[in-house]
């Protein structure tokens, strides 16, 4: 099966050497290509923009690199990570809602360019204030930023209206079980739109939810299908071997579910997803 994680991040200060090898994701024959998210540089000891390109350079068969989003800075920035050879944008700590409007122009940037914005969707509650001020967790953000209020599933409908061809992905399925059902029902809504590009919700999930949340899962798609779905893992590359044969057995063994309906899930959409953002890159240079 053709695995693809969605969801998997760079985390120099924190992963064992071993861990950090991108070449036991290469030799593990379980997982074939992931999506390297950027947090530019944000979070403490997470890869720069420049630091994702350059592995994505070094592995152009496994990664599938994703610039931050970065509202602080210009629409300009995004063109130069599409240049850079970035296929996505990772949205994550907006000092405002999703659905400001402030925030539009970036995102009518990267539905032009074909940009698929993957956003942490759900809550940003496990970054602590510190009382108010600068987070030891943040090196060059103001703790605001962090705001859960700020990153809800209900915003991607208004972007979801006013950009009909931006590709959505919806990470965690909205953070945690309180917003599953409210994420589901916005992405399956959107995506049967006439005209309407596909969004998506990746299954990275806050593993202190992780029983409630196979439940939820189990439930959403017996009623709305694997369509919707990528796989993702939201973790460093030795763990996300594991956790992509956990989601696999979970599929096959608890919830009786087709092979090809895992392989969507495994893989196949997020396939997909990336594969028309190629399309759209290649007829630019033409």
Known sequence: MHIVDAHLHSFTAKEKAGDYDPTIL????????????SLGGVLKGAATDEEVIALAQQYPDLFVPFGYLDFRQGIERIDWLYEQGCIGLKAIWPAKPYDSKEYFPYYERAEALHMPILFHVGGGYYFPTRGGKRSETFLNLEVEHSFGRNMLPIHMDAIAKSFPKLVII????GGNVHYFEQA??????HSGMRGRAKMYMDISSDLTYMLPALVMIGNILREIGPDCFLYGSDTW???????????KFFFKNSLRMKDDDIARIMGLNAEECINEALRHRRDAVR
């Open 237 to 247: 590359y030795s763990r996300a071997i594991e956790v992509a044969r956990f989601w």
């Open 184 to 189: 589901a029902w916005i992405c399956y809504g």
């Open 170 to 173: 919806m990470a965690h399925m």
């Open 26 to 37: 290469i030799n593990s024959g379980v997982i074939k290509k992931a999506w390297l998210l």
